[in-house]
């Protein structure tokens, strides 16, 4: 049975050839300037305090990581209730309901933004702000609610009776029960969310009509309009690392949750 | 309390169809304005299929259909097959190696698209590849292969070595141990896998636009550069929806007729 390993051996020459060379060229052009080569190559900082010392960098980061949360904030309070009244449907309404939940995120996510920008043309005054949340909350929803769906599909119904039996009312069952056990739901929903709203800028791009310039814009203006590879580079590697930052921090919460 | 009861169940229904409205409301609108006979995309002028014929007749918009299908079934095809080949030669591997292959293989995964985009850009252009369809179709089963594997490798957990080891035994050769007792086992792992990838690749926009070259846009692309509002695209969405629903009827309609079958075969 050994030798089966060796069916692995394509492919891992191929992520060697296109998942960790693309990463070290990140890295390398991230950490040099630009106009070097590989025999006057020159290790610098500067790209990262270049960044880091603008202003106008620093509110781009910023408005992506605001839209980031209002969104995950946003999926999580509407998502919450539907993924529980979800959970207490029939089990064939369950089904359906999460196929039909699913279905959706089949078609394009741009025609869809396309789609919202032909119905929010209904509602003119809606500020950008705003068009963008819808847009945003739309895309990621069924995310967040399939996995807490699950979580509390998941959950053992013997608990919610026991909790009955011993005089807990619905508001204190679901204080005391169903919300802790969901945690771990709500957990892989916020990452599930989150991580792809930070990078995220085809939706604010479409629907906020130019209003909102983010991080991934910021990136596709350096490589597309500047030319600069390696300041590009040096964001990227940024928003990666902001990335790992926030999913090491959810798994520490999860710990923390399974724990306690 | 039990007063309260219809009250929250009459709420959670509520609730319920205004989260299915605010799901259905864009693809509803795509679908109705598809068939505009007027320019606007505010007002219902009448019933036409202008769009439609103006669809076949938009070089441009064909061709972005076609991109999308030839690269979404290329990276399919070759992100089931390496995919699956590769979790199941993983599966009989050293733990160490096995974790850091895996852990490599979730970068695409866990990075944003953007990261990945930019990197497999700077390898291209190092390189001296010039972009175009066949450096999309890569970058597409880069970012496939992950999720195949990833979608196999729980269910190769399960197995039970020993069949394969028994069979064996019994004679058969490695690749028939392979094809008649360890596929079968975990064929509906690489059908949901070979659907992820799928549906990732159609869906792509960023990793395609920063890796492909001057005149390959997939629909995605086509509809970021379009300059004018353009109903056509209302005709194209219509299509791709009944596509998708027509897949997604016979991907659950399949397993739960094959079950019947097996059903009435064990009585």
């Known amino acids: 049975m050994k030798s089966f390993f060796r069916m692995s051996y394509p492919y891992i020459l191929w992520i060697a050839i296109f998942i960790v060379a693309p990463m070290i060229m990140l890295l390398l052009y991230a950490v040099s300037r630009p106009g070097n080569n590989v025999l006057t190559l020159q290790f610098t900082l500067q790209n990262f305090t270049d960044f880091f010392s603008d202003p106008t960098y620093m509110r781009v980061l910023g408005s992506s990581l605001l839209i980031a949360f209002a969104t995950t904030a946003l999926c999580l309070l509407i998502g919450y209730p539907a993924a529980l009244f979800i959970a207490h449907l029939p089990e064939r309404i369950q089904t359906l309901m999460v196929l039909l939940l699913t279905l959706p995120m089949w078609i394009n996510t741009l025609l869809k933004t396309y789609a ?32 807490i769906h699950t979580a509390i599909a998941k959950l053992d119904r013997e608990l919610i009776t026991a909790a009955h039996d011993l005089g807990a009312n619905r508001v204190k069952t679901f204080l005391k029960v169903t919300l802790p056990l969901s945690v771990p739901g709500i957990i892989s929903g916020i990452t599930l969310v989150f991580l792809p709203a930070v990078s995220s800028f085809v939706i604010p791009k479409l629907l906020g009509g130019g209003d909102y310039y983010l991080i991934g814009n910021l990136i596709e203006t350096c490589f597309i309009t500047w030319g ?33 | ?108 995964v866990m990075n944003p698209d953007i990261v990945t985009a930019i990197g497999m850009m700077l390898l291209f252009l190092t390189a001296n590849v010039k972009q175009g369809l066949v450096t999309m179709i890569l970058s597409h089963i880069t970012f496939c292969t992950p999720y195949v594997i990833l979608t196999i490798m729980p269910k190769l957990r399960q197995l039970d070595d020993n069949v394969a080891e028994a069979a064996m035994d019994l ?12 596929l079968p086992q975990i064929y509906p792992a690489v059908f949901s896998g070979a659907l992820i990838a799928f549906s990732m690749s159609f869906d792509d926009f960023v990793i395609s636009f920063f890796t492909s070259g001057e005149g390959i846009n997939n629909i995605s692309m086509y509809v970021y550069s379009m300059k004018r509002y353009n109903l056509s695209v209302n005709a194209l969405s219509t299509l791709i929806v009944v596509v998708v629903t027509i897949i997604l009827i016979l991907a659950n309609l399949i397993p739960y007729i094959k079950g019947k079958k097996t059903q009435k075969e064990d009585i």
Do not use: C, H
């Open chain 1, 116 to 147: 919202w920008q032909g119905i929010l043309d209904f509602a003119p005054d809606l500020t950008s702000w705003i068009k963008v949340m819808i847009g945003m909350v739309y895309d990621f929803l069924p995310f967040m609610i399939i996995q």
């Open chain 2, 171 to 182: 004679g058969a050769t490695p690749f028939q141990a392979l094809t008649k007792v360890i």
């Open chain 1, 228 to 260: 600069n590879w390696n300041f590009g580079s040096a964001i990227s590697l940024i928003m990666a690392l902001i990335i790992i930052a926030s999913m090491w921090f959810t798994k520490k919460i999860d710990r923390n949750a399974e724990e306690a």
């Open chain 2, 1 to 108: 309390m039990n007063r309260k009861k219809p009250f929250l169940a009459r709420f959670s229904s509520w609730y319920l169809i205004l989260i299915l409205l605010f799901t259905y409301l864009p693809i509803g609108y795509l679908v109705l304005f598809s068939f505009n006979s007027g320019k606007m995309r505010t007002s219902f002028q009448g019933f036409s299929l202008r769009w439609y014929e103006k669809m076949f007749g938009d070089r441009t918009m064909l061709e972005s259909i076609k991109y999308t299908i030839i690269v979404a079934v290329i990276a399919t095809v070759v992100a089931t097959v390496v995919g699956t080949i590769t979790a199941i030669g993983l599966s009989k591997s050293k733990r160490l190696i096995r974790s850091i292959i895996l852990e490599t293989n979730n970068l695409p």
